[in-house]
């Protein structure tokens, strides 16, 4: 349901084309390529710009998405200094099984911090394109989203004034408890969700990777990942109960279960270091459909959530971003709106494949821990088959990389 109107005292509205809710990935992207074709636009975010600068979040990015920022002059840096990924590995029964990706497609994956490819868009949109975007508001209220000039308010954290700023259209960029999400007109939403019924503890570690790829081990008590971040941070995973407490997983008892779940002959040792991070994931998904009304475009976590089992998540929003900031210049500066009118059904194809993949893939790395001897067969029998059949191999391949979607 939409706020009421702002406060008679929040002062004359100020106006532009475009405002953008959140400062991630999805609405700095948004946001830039807006600036690059002179576009006015304002990004508001509650957060300070310390605070999304140092924000840890995703690290794996599809080819096709850094393509897609090379193109719209946002991958410099990441270019720089991302790690190129070729193949990655399985561990089961005590066993080591490497998957070649790139040999299959000659695509490979890029490993970049979620908060430094943020501090990159921030300073292009911010510091080198010149727009405007407002750190630290507070109660934001999003205004007449079905009417043709919407508006949104927020309070000023200097001042503590509320301010208004319509808009001729809001990008709703700024996640499920966002207040887009909470301004969405009744009964035009659908949400759909689904829960996997187990957790993750999610870990940061200052250790350098054990491997030279991202290491899954499917094992009787629970999954385990290895991620590495940078050569000095690695991510770890491990599956436990939903709403787990961290405080019940002691440094001792995180590298005891790590060390066992990702054995295998011939593995090199783990390197272990300070836990910087440890926060328990309750493993879901959920999709809102449509992903447009009026002129309220959500994006990214505003819109749908995929479960980080397969590294969508950041790619999702990068792919929204993309339609969305395209769509917008198109309808803004040539009165082209078809771009627009596609965006929600072109976004939600490509979210739904994902979904779909991470659910798959979700079976084969909790099966095996589930109790149930017949997920756990199935399981395997998953495993087996991407190393035993060329065919089922190259489709993994291509739906791990996300080779079929365009920037």
């Known amino acids: 349901m939409n706020a009421p109107s702002p406060h008679s005292n929040s002062g004359a509205p100020q106006g532009f084309s475009v405002v953008v809710v959140g400062a991630g990935p999805a609405g700095l992207t948004v946001g830039n390529i807006l600036r690059a074709a002179g576009v006015d636009c304002l990004v508001l975010e509650t957060g300070t710009r310390e605070v999304v600068e140092q924000r840890p979040r995703a690290g794996v990015i599809e080819e096709w998405a850094v393509r897609g920022l090379e193109r719209r002059g946002l991958a410099r840096t990441l270019l720089e200094r991302a ?5 990655c590995e399985f561990r089961f029964a005590g066993e080591r099984y490497r998957f070649r990706y790139t040999e299959l497609t ?83 939403a659908r949400l759909a969700r689904h829960d996997y019924g187990v957790g993750w503890l999610a870990l940061l570690a200052e250790a350098p990777p054990s491997s030279d790829c991202v290491v899954f081990g499917m094992h009787p008590r629970g999954f385990a990942g290895h991620m590495a971040r940078s050569p000095e941070v690695t991510r770890f995973y ?54 447009t009304f009026g002129r309220l475009f959500l994006a ?15 790619n999702l929003a990068l792919h929204d971003a993309f339609l969305l900031g395209d769509g917008l210049v198109a309808s803004l500066t040539k009165g082209d709106g078809s771009g627009l009118a596609g965006y929600s059904d072109a976004c939600l194809a490509r979210v739904w494949d994902y979904q779909e993949f991470s659910q ?45 979607t365009t920037g």
Request: neutral net charge; aromatic residues 8%; proline residues 7%.
């Open 238 to 291: 491990l599956q436990c109960p939903p709403g787990d407490d961290p405080e019940n997983w002691p440094h001792e008892r995180i590298w005891a279960e790590l060390r066992v779940r990702l054995g295998a002959a011939g593995a090199p040792p783990l390197q272990e270091g300070r836990l910087i991070e440890k926060r328990v994931l309750d493993m879901h998904g959920y999709v809102v459909e449509p992903m």
């Open 360 to 404: 798959w893939l979700g079976e084969m790395y909790h099966g095996t821990a589930s109790g149930d001897p017949y997920r756990a067969g199935a399981a395997q029998a998953r495993l087996r088959r991407l190393f035993s059949s060329p065919a089922a191999a190259a489709e993994f391949a291509e739906r791990y990389l996300g080779v079929r």
């Open 83 to 87: 790690q190129a990924h070729t193949e």
């Open 300 to 314: 990214g976590d505003a819109a749908h959530l995929t479960a980080p089992i397969a590294a969508k998540g950041l």
């Open 106 to 188: 000659g695509r490979h994956h890029f490993v970049y911090p979620q908060q430094f490819l943020v501090t990159d868009l921030v300073r292009e949109y911010a510091d080198v394109r010149g727009g405007e975007i407002r750190f630290g508001v507070r109660d934001v209220r999003l205004h007449g989203a079905g009417s043709d000039r919407p508006a949104v308010s927020y309070v000023c954290p200097d001042s503590g004034e509320r301010r208004v700023v319509e808009a001729d259209f809001v990008a709703g960029c700024d996640g499920a408890r966002g207040a887009t999400r909470a301004s969405l007109p009744a009964g035009r």
